[in-house]
């Protein structure tokens, strides 16, 4: 028994002697001595210098705890910054030190203050980011990536630790975005968050704000947001529910110089195997238009977008800019010459056009477009590595229905587009009306196009364009335009040539009873062979070509008596679509009036001939019945 009794003194005295010996390390123990051999390390790892200028603090026991004040560390070589690549004023962090017995990580509130973090994108396209998580992997022993293997309590040493967390308190934070390469300024400051009481099976409080002021496009964003948050690290899954974000920006582009949004909605996110982020319900307000619906992103290595959504109304010309002054269309009035063509190349994503997968569906009540009205808006869309499909369109606009498709090919260098649509019965002169500020042409209206082109500027997709168009309209009229007068001078020369019989009503209105048309379309000319235009009194065919690459158009119509007879009076339109000339050519009508009278010589003659022989020949009479 004396054996016993010596052991158990032994051990006691043993463990004296390391409690003695612990806290005379702790109390003795200074981390501050070790700053030049932090700042060496890390100046040999990144090739940057760290510098702790405040003081540093360490607990070991209750809790592992860590005090940092004043530390920056600078940007790489070539970067002629006076600010530090980043700094912080203060870093508080405790650590639990028993849980972590039992696989348990319980943090007391962290709280970092004066963040300050300043990213460059040199012209080159260098930036001051690059090499620091290649640094952190290199720095990892070479047998970290080998799974670990059993503890002594049986618990694998990778498990992920269960997480509680007292609280984050991120205050002060500012963040700056020089690119040189595209000549942006961005900062976020000041940007404030705080998180709640966080551990398994609870969901904590979160808030976020933050000011945003960027220098392309020159706007401010104002942003806050409130949600709870929710962490499973053991499964890899985070959830923001109730979430509510406000946004409000200011700014030029911003339709009345100013555009509020209101997020709501739940976010999840899974990253166990393949990753899954999905928003839903979603509920956006911005500038009385509400959408609702989902978004759901799978396979987050490559990614796939799944959305559903739907939008009461939208009015895009509060988004765009007002449009370039420019003629309306040739029939109408206006004498202003058009915008040019365009060179410049249109700034289309191809990259990430490239790498879009995705599949959704968007419904809109009333969209308001250009000044058009439509209603019903429904479209499919599909985007596979670079092509991109837009499917079962379809909308009511103007009394009529529109159905179409679109693709969008960006898998090569050049983008190819591809439009089908159809318009039926659609009121054409309101339609106008709305786009072009003037009805000059009315009547239901029947169009179809089928259309392709390539390229990358404005003009390069005009002078590719090629398919064909079919257009019909009924009951309807060409009214207040330079072509309606020069169609009513042209009326008066067929009321003429039938000796005052009237053709019509006099003004500056022409009305038909159907008005039909096909055309080719070759490297942005159409080709119009059947033009044909049906009135009362009078008809008239057509025949040309428009060329929009020149904005030019040679163009003939023919009017003639409703039966066909009498002499055509063609009328030609010839020059810029802004301002063509009109003319009667005189020289074609001259030939067909001989021409006419020729034929009617020849007829009188031949019935002369016809009697003088019948008189002549008496038995010949009945031949000529």
């Known amino acids: 028994m004396k054996w016993i009794k010596r052991l158990f003194l032994l051990a006691v005295v043993i463990l004296l002697l390391a409690v003695v010996g612990l806290a005379a390390f702790v109390m003795t123990f200074n981390p501050n001595d070790y700053k030049p051999r932090i700042e060496q390390l890390v100046k040999e790892k990144t090739g940057r210098t760290l510098s702790i200028d405040g003081q540093m603090h360490l607990t070991i026991y209750p809790r592992l705890g860590l005090r940092l004040a004043k530390v920056s560390l600078s940007n790489p070589a070539g970067f002629n910054t006076q600010a530090p690549f980043a700094s912080i004023d203060r870093l508080d962090l405790d650590v639990e030190l028993m849980p972590l017995l039992s696989h348990k990580l319980v943090v007391d509130k962290v709280v970092l203050s004066g963040l300050d973090v300043n990213l460059v994108r040199q012209a080159d396209g260098r930036t001051n980011w690059q090499g620091l998580a290649g640094a952190a992997s290199a720095s990892a022993p070479a047998g970290a990536a080998k799974p670990a ?19 984050v308190d991120i205050q002060r934070a500012r963040i700056t975005l020089d690119d040189k390469l595209v000549g942006r300024h961005l900062v976020v400051a000041p940007l404030n968050l ?57 700014g030029a582009a911003m339709p009345k110089g100013a555009l509020d949004t209101v997020v709501q909605g739940s976010l999840d996110v899974d990253l166990a195997k393949d990753g899954r982020i999905a928003l839903k319900p979603l509920k956006v307000t911005v500038n009385g238009s509400h959408l609702t619906g989902n978004i759901d992103i799978t396979d987050l290595a490559h990614p796939h977008i799944g959305f559903a959504l739907a939008l009461d109304q939208l009015d895009v010309d509060q988004y765009l800019p007002p449009p370039p002054t420019a003629a309306k269309s040739g029939v109408g009035s206006s004498t202003a010459a058009p915008v040019p063509w365009s060179d410049k190349p249109l700034q289309i994503p191809l990259g990430e056009l490239r790498r879009v997968n995705a599949d959704g569906s968007l419904s809109i009540g009333q969209l308001t477009a250009r000044k058009l009205k439509l209603s019903q808006v429904r479209l499919a869309l599909s985007a596979r590595n670079g092509l991109l499909r837009v499917t079962d369109m379809s909308a009511g606009l103007y009394g009529g229905t529109f159905k179409g498709e679109a693709n969008l090919d960006a898998r090569r260098a050049t983008p190819t587009i591809a439009v089908k649509a159809a318009l039926s019965g659609i009121r054409i002169g309101d339609f106008l009306k709305d786009y072009a500020g003037d009805s000059y042409l009315t009547g239901k209206t029947d169009l179809q196009a089928d259309l392709q082109t390539r390229g990358d500027s404005e003009r390069a997709l005009v002078n590719a364009l090629d398919g064909k168009l079919s257009l019909a309209v009924h009951d309807g009229s060409i009214q207040r335009s330079r072509l309606a007068d020069q169609i009513q001078s042209v009326l008066i020369k067929v009321r003429e040539l039938r000796q005052g019989s009237p053709v019509g009503a006099p003004g500056s209105e022409t009305k038909f009873a159907s008005l039909t048309a096909t055309g080719q379309v070759k490297a942005g000319v159409i080709d119009n062979r059947d033009m044909a235009l049906n009135a009362i009194r009078f008809a008239a065919n057509g025949s040309g070509t428009v060329s929009l690459p020149k904005r030019e158009i040679d163009y003939a119509l023919r009017f003639t008596q409703a ?41 009188k003659a031949g019935d002369q001939l016809k009697q003088r022989l019948e008189k002549a020949v008496p038995g010949l009479k009945g031949l000529f019945k």
């Open 149 to 167: 293997e059993p503890g002594a309590a049986g618990m694998v040493a990778g498990a992920p630790f269960a997480l509680a967390v007292a609280g």
């Open 194 to 250: 705080s998180v709640g009481h966080l551990a398994p099976g609870r969901s904590a409080p979160l808030s976020l704000d933050f000011h945003i002021e960027d220098s392309k496009p020159a706007l401010g964003l104002d942003g806050r947001l409130s949600a709870n948050l929710s962490a499973d690290l053991a499964a890899a899954r985070y959830q923001l529910n109730d979430m509510n974000l406000k946004l409000s920006a200011k």
């Open 563 to 603: 039966n066909g007879k009498g002499t055509p009076i063609p009328l030609l339109i010839r020059g810029p679509l802004h301002h063509p000339g009109y003319e009667i050519d005189l020289k074609s009508m001259a030939k067909d009036v001989l021409r006419q009278r020729l034929d009617q010589e020849k007829q």
